[in-house]
């Protein structure tokens, strides 16, 4: 079986979502026999994280500018890897890899996931990245997104004809067990999972609790923890909010089943999917979302698994809380359908086969394929 590189910032599935997305495609990619091996980098001073078994990497520790890894040595050891590997599969943005991809002569077909667009920078700065994410864009020979609305941003106009919607998959069996009694008389539990950075908008999320009779956990770390710990105590509503920082991968499960509902209020464009939502659904719970002209509201559909409201409000979204928390009926049955459509659109059996196809028909040799875009049911 083929050799399939893969190359993004960062490794391990608590850093972010596209980490965890990309550790649950390579040991998909593994379990179908293909060989799998990873190019990131790590933040200095965090320690490694492990791959998975039959899964070959290599983190690189760099200091990180501007929330990316910068590493000297990372063009040669790009250039190495392109020689082991029939194929390069890149995670969007990422402009060291996508700087460096430029220099190598490419003897092999190129794939790239677009998770987001890169936005917060200065003008100068967006500028540079975006020129050199044009030029690498017109080298790829397939471009990957995850959900409709970003197959239409702005960085992917010039090239319709390479775009193929694969949504991400992942392994939702880990969170399908049965969801424990509620306690009648029990205040509403709401929970949040993800970076504690500011485009999630969790500052909204602590303003929306104080007209709730709900009780909030905060599961991940990040920068903006002390600045949201210093919210909360302002708001008065340290009782009744935990922050829990990161879990182990054993321990999340059984903490969403115990929720009520999931909150993401991300403020930006920067939420382009929102892969916890994913988890949240397959455990049963409704999900709260904002509308971002993202993945984000397709991920989890208004009046159907959840609720979605408008970003940076914390009156609609106490709004949409407190009609899950006090109409007991809609908010079982969103999280029904929440779980049925986590397990039958984003299966990482349905959507690894689906990524699997698009490697073999770039691997097919050229005079006897023609690559088409795929389309998500």
Same mark, same amino acid.
């Not at 999972?193 to 007209?211: E, F, I, P």
């Given at each position: 079986m083929p050799r399939i590189g893969q190359v993004n910032k960062l490794w391990g599935r608590d850093r972010g979502g596209i980490e965890a997305v990309l550790h649950a495609s390579v040991q998909d990619l593994s379990r179908r026999g293909y060989g799998v091996e990873v190019l990131a980098c790590r933040p200095w001073r965090s320690p490694a994280r492990p791959f998975p078994p039959g899964v070959a990497g290599r983190e690189l520790a760099a200091p990180v500018v501007a929330s990316m890894p910068v590493h000297w040595e990372f063009g040669a050891e790009l250039a190495r890897l392109e020689c082991r590997c029939e194929l390069l599969h890149f995670h969007l943005p990422f402009p060291l890899a996508e700087a460096a991809a430029l220099r190598l002569p490419k003897r092999i077909p190129w794939v790239a996931t677009w998770h987001a667009e890169v936005l917060g920078r200065s003008p100068m700065v967006q500028w540079a990245q975006q020129a050199v994410s044009r030029r690498f864009l017109q080298r790829v020979d397939a471009i990957v997104v995850s959900a409709p609305a970003s197959s239409h941003s702005n960085g992917l106009r010039p090239f319709p004809e390479r775009v193929h919607l694969i949504p991400f998959g992942f392994d939702w069996r880990a969170f399908s067990g049965p969801r424990p009694r509620r306690d009648a008389g029990r205040p509403a539990?709401?929970?949040?999972?993800?970076?504690?950075?500011?485009?999630?908008?969790?500052?909204?999320? =602590?303003?929306?609790?104080?007209?709730? +009779?709900?009780?909030?956990?905060?599961?991940?770390?990040? /920068?903006?923890?002390?600045? =949201?710990?210093?919210?909360?105590?302002?708001?008065?509503i340290t009782d009744r909010v935990e922050f829990l920082g990161h879990l182990p991968d054993a321990e999340l499960p059984a903490r969403l089943a115990a929720a009520d509902v999931f909150v993401l209020p991300s403020r930006t464009a920067a939420e382009a999917f929102g892969v916890a939502q994913l988890?949240?659904?397959?455990?049963?719970?409704?999900?709260?979302?904002?509308?971002? #002209? %993202?993945?984000?509201?397709?991920? *989890?559909?208004?009046?159907? %698994?959840?609720?979605?409201? #408008? +970003?940076?409000? +914390?009156?609609?979204?106490?709004?949409? =809380?407190?009609?899950?928390?006090? @109409?007991? @009926?809609?908010?079982?049955?969103?999280?029904?359908?929440?779980?049925?459509?986590?397990?039958?659109?984003? *299966?990482?059996? #349905?959507?690894?086969?689906?990524? &699997? &196809?698009?490697?073999?028909?770039?691997? &097919? +040799?050229? *005079?006897?394929?023609?690559?088409?875009?795929? /389309? &998500? *049911?």
């Open positions: 539990q709401l929970i949040f999972v993800g970076r504690l950075v500011a485009y999630k908008g969790l500052d909204v999320l =602590l303003r929306a609790l104080t007209t709730l +009779p709900a009780r909030l956990q905060i599961v991940g770390e990040g /920068r903006e923890r002390p600045r =949201l710990q210093r919210l909360a105590a302002r708001l008065r988890e949240a659904m397959a455990a049963g719970l409704p999900v709260v979302n904002t509308a971002l #002209a %993202t993945g984000t509201d397709w991920v *989890s559909l208004d009046g159907v %698994t959840g609720l979605t409201v #408008a +970003p940076d409000n +914390p009156v609609q979204l106490a709004a949409a =809380l407190r009609h899950l928390i006090e @109409d007991r @009926d809609f908010r079982l049955a969103c999280g029904r359908r929440a779980r049925r459509r986590a397990r039958n659109l984003f *299966s990482i059996e #349905a959507r690894g086969a689906e990524m &699997a &196809a698009l490697y073999e028909g770039l691997l &097919a +040799p050229r *005079s006897k394929m023609e690559v088409f875009p795929l /389309r &998500a *049911s």
